[in-house]
């Protein structure tokens, strides 16, 4: 599956967070945009009256794509959080 491949060449990276000892997720936006493209295009997959033989398959796919997209949302929630809890503590 092409979506699968897509996976493959994603980088994780993570990069220092200003002049802290914390590493966050660098290219956001970039893993993002695929996840929620992936998500639509199996949804409409999922539409098609020729997925039958491929159910199973999608499925399984749809439900490791929710997975990620929680724990990426919990993920990019923390780093907000960060962000503005810096700025208070900065004043201080």
Not at 63 to 76: A, H, Q, R, S, T
């Amino acid at each position: 599956m092409k979506m699968k491949n897509d996976w493959e060449s994603v980088d994780f990276g993570l990069v220092q967070y200003r002049d802290t000892e914390l590493k966050i997720l660098s290219a956001v936006d970039d893993i993002q945009m695929l996840l929620d493209d992936h998500v639509v295009k199996t949804h409409t997959m999922k539409g098609s009256p020729f997925i039958e033989p491929f159910v199973d398959e999608i499925d399984a796919w749809e439900n490791k794509l929710v997975g990620e997209d929680k724990y990426f949302w919990i993920i990019f929630r923390l780093c907000a959080a960060l962000k503005n809890t810096e700025k208070i503590l900065c004043i201080w």
